[in-house]
Nanobody, 123 residues
Framework: QVQLVESGGGLVQAGGSLRLSCVAS????????MGWFRQAPGKEREFVAA????????SYANSVKGRFAISRDNAKNTVYLQMNTLKPEDTAVYYC????????????????WGQGTQVTVSS
């Protein structure tokens, strides 16, 4: 089992920045690719970004490319999502997830999920 706890969400004005963190415990963190997903009210959960177990490969949704950056620190069992130039449409609950596959973008390919952290961007 892998336990994931997100933090760093909050309320920010459009154009601002936030950094989300996700701390993992349980099994060896560096064995897992990590992803960030988000879900807005009334919408399906959507892929945001993913990073390989070593950090050498990343993938981003087109909607966040150039604005968000995913990174990880395997020594701290932590994955981050730096979010810049935030827009109201980025408002959602953000979830981190762990996968035994390379850099998956589908939520169905992730094995473990955190509880989520709310991000609200005001216009």
């Amino acid at each position: 089992q892998v336990q994931l706890v997100e933090s760093g969400g909050g309320l920010v004005q459009a154009g601002g920045s936030l950094r989300l963190s996700c701390v993992a415990s349980g099994r060896t963190f560096s064995n897992y690719a990590m992803g960030w997903f988000r879900q807005a009210p009334g919408k399906e959960r959507e892929f945001v970004a993913a990073i390989s177990y070593s950090g050498g490969r990343t993938s981003y949704a087109n909607s966040v490319k150039g604005r968000f950056a995913i990174s990880r620190d395997n020594a701290k069992n932590t994955v981050y999502l730096q979010m810049n130039t935030l827009k109201p449409e980025d408002t959602a609950v953000y979830y981190c997830a762990a996968s035994g596959r390379l850099v998956p973008t589908s939520p169905g390919l992730y094995d473990y999920w955190g509880q989520g952290t709310q991000v609200t961007v005001s216009s």
